[in-house]
């Protein structure tokens, strides 16, 4: 990643957005659907290093360890950045996107945040019983009918539903809800699409060459 500066941890702010490379088979198969939409654009992200397969948002509190939201298997769940992606070897790249022309405030992102953060971490009963958010597996292929499609059939979930999210998509609901229309339709956005959005600067947190 030749000229995007290096982060701290300590260095990243609540509202900053987290995108994650990871070697496993979820991010493969996530990362070969996003091949569609970086050929059509750009081309190959690839060949730089670029293959985000998750997105995340930063949530620094010094009442916990747990300093990211994000949507997993079991909705939207706190995590830990330093256990689950710093001290992981099969994510490969951690790159933290900064808002380039506009701040987050601090206080008012973490009393949105909570609004959709499930309380109990637990997969499985968030699967059954989510408190307040769940996964839109739906959305998955959803997004490869999408891209092969050339943008022109979403059968996924729409800007309505803000009880199920995708990675990305939480991550574009989020931005929306402090400046609004900066990701038209968030439930169509991907990690690439946070990518390559001319809103954010970039910066390392990880990269393993």
């Not at 290093?49 to 994000?70: L, M, P, Q």
């Not at 307040?132 to 979403?154: E, G, H, V």
Request: aromatic share 12%; hydrophobic share 40%.
């Amino acid at each position: 990643m030749a000229n995007i500066p290096l982060i701290k941890l300590e260095e990243t702010k609540t509202g900053d957005i987290l995108l994650v490379c990871g070697s496993e088979l979820l991010s493969k198969i996530i990362q070969a659907s996003d091949k569609i939409e970086e050929n059509k654009v750009i081309g190959s992200l690839s060949d730089q290093g670029y293959k985000f397969s998750h997105g995340a948002v930063i949530d620094k509190r010094s009442t916990t360890n747990k300093d990211c939201d994000e949507a997993e298997a079991g909705g939207i769940v706190k995590n830990s950045i330093t256990d689950e992606y710093l001290n992981d070897d099969s994510i490969k790249s951690l790159l933290v996107l900064r808002l380039n022309t506009m701040a987050i405030p601090e206080i008012e992102a973490q009393t949105f945040l909570d609004q959709f953060t499930n309380l109990n971490n637990g997969f499985w009963h968030n699967l059954f019983h989510p408190d307040k958010t769940k996964y839109a597996f739906l959305n998955l292929p959803a997004f490869l009918i999408y891209w092969l499609t050339n943008k022109r059939i979403w059968l996924g979930t729409g800007s309505d539903d803000i009880k199920s999210f995708c990675c990305g998509d939480f991550c574009a609901f989020f931005i929306n809800h402090f400046y609004k229309n900066s990701f038209p339709e968030h439930e169509k956005v991907a990690p690439v699409d946070l990518f390559m959005s001319p809103l954010f600067d970039h910066f390392i947190l990880k990269q393993i060459q």
